[in-house]
């Protein structure tokens, strides 16, 4: 593994740190290869959000987390990608896991105070201007937060015959995006905290565990660019973002 800095000392400025959880296999593209290595705009989905953090000069590294068995990563990894990125083949069986695992392995370099932008892999439409809107934003904040889009859509709940029996206030309702960004020690602890009660399953996104623990995660509009690919039609429509 690559080393970085040591952590931060005290008093130091806290430092950025990338986690791209990656090990995934993608059941609903129907792929035959995991869907962050599918092609989008000629280069496989991770390589953007990978290219992406490596360039950012506020973020002091990136670990991305892939399976013990994984074959695919290596050949994204270039020399220049190599000197920032570093493979962390602990993922586990959902996407909670390879995060927490993730964050145990690169505690040598993390320091309590230090911030981990946690980022989806299937969201290649990330770019270095919304990672300096989401770090602006959470420079100072207690808690921490996350990039989210208000809804703007008329929400229906469907009844167990697939029909509409109510119409869902809208007002105060976001959708949640990625790099969604806290404290290594917040995160570990409230990741920690619902795998020993028996809630990881409960766990949608990294603000959940942290909402769990009673706390307020910061909303930060993002932008529909930064979708997440999870149906093939989603693909076309990251391909347009990324051309555009």
Same mark, same amino acid.
């Given at each position: 593994?690559?080393?970085?800095?040591?952590?931060?000392?005290?008093?130091?400025?806290?430092?950025?740190?990338?986690?791209?959880?990656?090990?995934?296999?993608?059941?609903?593209?129907?792929?035959?290869?995991?869907?962050?290595?599918?092609?989008?705009?000629?280069?496989?989905?991770?390589?953007?959000?990978?290219?992406?953090?490596?360039?950012?000069?506020?973020?002091?590294?990136?670990?991305?987390?892939?399976?013990?068995?994984?074959?695919?990563?290596?050949?994204?990894?270039?020399?220049?990608?190599?000197?920032?990125? $570093? =493979?962390? +083949?602990? #993922?586990?069986?959902?996407? *909670?896991?390879?995060?927490?695992?993730?964050?145990?392995?690169? !505690?040598? @370099?993390?320091?309590?105070?230090?911030?981990?932008?946690?980022?989806?892999?299937?969201?290649?439409?990330?770019?270095?201007?919304?990672?300096?809107?989401?770090?602006?934003?959470?420079?100072?904040?207690?808690?921490?937060?996350?990039?989210?889009?208000?809804?703007?859509?008329?929400?229906?709940?469907?009844?167990?015959?697939?029909?509409?029996?109510? $119409? =869902?206030? +809208?007002? #105060?309702?976001?959708?949640? *995006?990625?790099?969604?960004?806290?404290?290594?020690?917040?995160? !570990?602890? @409230?990741?920690?905290?619902?795998?020993?009660?028996?809630?990881?399953?409960?766990?949608?996104?990294?603000?959940?565990?942290?909402?769990?623990?009673?706390?307020?995660?910061?909303?930060?509009?993002?932008?529909?660019?930064?979708?997440?690919?999870?149906?093939?039609?989603?693909?076309?429509?990251?391909?347009?973002?990324?051309?555009?």
């Amino acid at each position: 593994m690559n080393q970085t800095a040591s952590p931060s000392s005290a008093g130091a400025e806290p430092r950025r740190f990338a986690l791209i959880p990656a090990a995934g296999v993608g059941a609903r593209m129907g792929a035959r290869i995991p869907k962050q290595y599918m092609a989008v705009a000629g280069k496989p989905m991770l390589h953007h959000a990978l290219e992406t953090f490596a360039a950012h000069p506020r973020i002091a590294h990136t670990f991305v987390v892939v399976s013990a068995g994984d074959g695919w990563i290596d050949e994204l990894l270039t020399p220049e990608l190599a000197q920032r990125a $570093t =493979v962390l +083949r602990v #993922g586990g069986a959902t996407r *909670q896991e390879s995060v927490f695992n993730g964050l145990v392995e690169m !505690r040598a @370099a993390a320091g309590d105070a230090d911030w981990v932008l946690v980022h989806d892999a299937a969201r290649p439409g990330l770019d270095a201007e919304l990672i300096d809107r989401l770090l602006d934003a959470l420079a100072d904040d207690e808690v921490g937060g996350l990039l989210a889009l208000p809804v703007v859509d008329t929400l229906k709940r469907a009844s167990a015959e697939g029909r509409s029996e109510q $119409t =869902v206030p +809208r007002a #105060g309702l976001w959708a949640a *995006q990625t790099p969604q960004m806290f404290r290594y020690a917040l995160l !570990r602890r @409230a990741l920690n905290e619902a795998a020993e009660q028996g809630r990881i399953g409960a766990i949608t996104d990294d603000a959940s565990a942290i909402e769990m623990l009673g706390l307020l995660p910061k909303l930060v509009e993002g932008s529909p660019r930064n979708l997440k690919v999870t149906l093939a039609q989603d693909a076309a429509l990251a391909e347009f973002f990324l051309k555009g």
